[in-house]
C-alpha cells in the first residue's frame, strides 16, 4: 500500500467572504460591502477574510437538465440551490435519487473538467 500522506494533497474547497468591519459574510464576494460600504481591495483582500462554504444546508429549488452537451456519459444531471445554516446561499449539483424541496442536504467540492480549459471547484449536494 502507497502512504500519500507525505504529499500535500489538498481536497477542493470553496471560500465565503466575510467583511471585517461590519461581519457581514458573502458569496461570492463583493467588491463593496453592501451593509457598511467597505471596499475589499481584489489584490490583498485587506479587511475582508474568507471561510469555507461547507456542512449542512436546505435545498430551496432544483432542477433537472436531460439535453446535456456531447461528452457526458449521464442521461441527466440535477441542479439546485441551497441556503446554508448561515444563511449563504450557492448553487450546484444535487445528487440525491429523488429531490425535494426543504430537504436537508450535506455539501461537498469536488474538481470539475467536464468544460474545456482548466478545472473548477463545483458544489455537489449530497
Known sequence: ????????????????????????????APMICSKCGVRRDPVTNKGWSTFEMEGPCTLLTWTRVWNLPEGYNKKFLQFGIVEFENGLRASGR???????????LTTTVEESDERPGDPVNVFVFK
Open 1 to 28: 500500500m502507497i502512504d500519500f500522506s507525505m504529499y500535500d494533497v489538498k481536497e477542493p474547497t470553496i471560500e465565503a467572504w466575510k467583511c471585517e468591519s461590519c461581519g457581514e459574510i458573502f458569496y461570492p
Open 94 to 104: 444535487v445528487e440525491v435519487e429523488k429531490p425535494e424541496t426543504g430537504m436537508k
